[in-house]
């Protein structure tokens, strides 16, 4: 089962539901996924339970799985292959070194939910950068009384080369058209078992060939789950929840970037999978902050 939102094929608007299989029934009980993640966890599952007409999954129009004043953080250097590829690429090595160890793990702001992409649409790479990388990470959904509720897959689309000239250009590395992508469904926390023993799989194409394929397990991860949230809870609201993406233990060498065309595909083991096609710059983005605005996102 996973928590979707999709466009009504009745009058278009903005719908949250429960995909299982090939069917998606509506929610009865809320009209956002804003509204799911203000109710403690208990209360959570008991809207679930409430749903109403079953429809083909095929055909509809699904959306980023967050609204409202949701947000996407992200955790950085939880991974040893992370802070590897971190120091390879800096002029600052010692930083990611040292932040890979500390009490303090490093989060960072990615995307409020109308600049999030999901399965299907297009992810971004700046045009001033030319070393570009995808992150494939497990996405942790916390309600706004930081509970964890769920997880997802997320893409931290990230420009090496300029986060490697200097860490204080992390922000610009990482906010951009296209540079956050979430799978289309939340996996309900209660339905998997051990979110510390996944397998995540990341597959690049570049037209018939395949250029990339990493593989880990979320049990290389340092940090807790929980211990990630009570950090980005502690100094913050999100009275509509929150998605934080965990880091990732897949980093392609440096001889390695993404080229327009490229298909990105991830895959968490009892969560879901992701598909993005990778455009250059921020054009191909510019419908969706229309979307967004308009209230369809």
């Not at 045009?127 to 996405?139: I, N, R, Y």
């Not at 929840?241 to 065309?261: C, K, N, Q, R, S």
Request: charged share 25%.
């Amino acid at each position: 089962m996973h928590l979707v939102r999709f466009l009504s094929p009745v009058d278009g608007r903005p719908i949250p539901g429960v995909r299982t299989g090939d069917t998606v029934a509506s929610l009865q009980g809320v009209n956002t996924v804003a509204e799911l993640l203000r109710l403690p966890l208990a209360d959570l599952q008991a809207e679930v339970d409430k749903v109403g007409e079953t429809l083909p999954a095929d055909g509809l129009t699904f959306l980023p799985p967050l609204d409202g004043r949701g947000e996407v953080w992200c955790a950085g250097v939880t991974y040893e292959r992370s802070r590897g590829a971190r120091m390879e690429e800096s002029t600052e090595q010692s930083v990611y070194d040292k932040v890979y160890t500390a009490d303090r793990p490093e989060l960072f702001q990615k995307a409020p939910a109308w600049r999030v992409v999901v399965d299907g649409e297009p992810v971004g790479i700046r045009s001033d950068s030319g070393h570009d990388v995808p992150e494939p990470e497990l996405a942790v959904v916390a309600n706004s009384h930081g509970e964890i509720v769920g997880f997802t897959v997320c893409n931290d689309m990230s420009s090496r080369s300029i986060e490697g000239v200097n860490p204080l250009y992390v922000p610009q590395a990482k906010l951009f058209a296209g540079g956050c992508a979430l799978a289309s469904g939340i996996r309900p926390a209660w339905e998997v078992a051990n979110p510390k023993a996944l397998t995540v799989d990341l597959v690049i194409r570049r037209g018939d060939e395949q250029v990339f394929r990493g593989t880990t397990s979320t049990e290389k991860l340092v940090r807790d789950l929980q211990d990630l949230i009570d950090a980005l809870f502690l100094p913050n609201d999100f009275p509509d929840g929150v998605i934080l993406a965990t880091g990732t233990g897949i980093v392609p060498e440096l001889d390695f970037a993404l080229a327009a065309g490229d298909v990105i595909t991830i895959t968490i083991d009892e969560v879901g999978t992701l598909t993005n096609t990778v455009a250059t710059g921020k054009e191909p983005f510019g419908f969706l902050a229309t979307d967004n605005l308009e209230g369809t996102r």
